[in-house]
């Protein structure tokens, strides 16, 4: 058995929390127990949890693959200057 410590429990609800990390891998019981006051009796209760190995975070790659977009560039150069030539064309035919 290992005590993780004291927690404090909610006045309205009756309910506690505790952040605790667990040394292994396995099932562990958790037990509540109040040792009762004044004004209520003693009381407990436990659950259980199952704690698994933490699950392998992915990896970025060591180094990535950068599209070239030199052809796409130079695609768009060759257009514009196609659209132009033919828009000076059509301007000097029209005189």
Do not use: C, H
Request: negative net charge; without cysteine; glycine residues 8%.
């Amino acid at each position: 058995m290992v005590d993780i410590g004291a927690a404090t429990s909610s006045a309205y609800y009756g309910t506690f929390e505790k952040a605790w990390t667990p040394s292994a891998e396995g099932t562990y019981r958790v037990i509540a127990s109040f040792a009762g006051d004044e004004s209520y009796g003693s009381s407990a209760a436990s659950t259980a949890v199952s704690v698994e190995p933490a699950a392998e975070t992915p990896q970025p790659p060591e180094n990535p693959v950068i599209p070239d977009y030199t052809w796409t560039i130079i695609g768009g150069v060759i257009a514009v200057i196609i659209a132009v030539a033919i828009v000076g064309v059509l301007m000097l035919r029209k005189r």
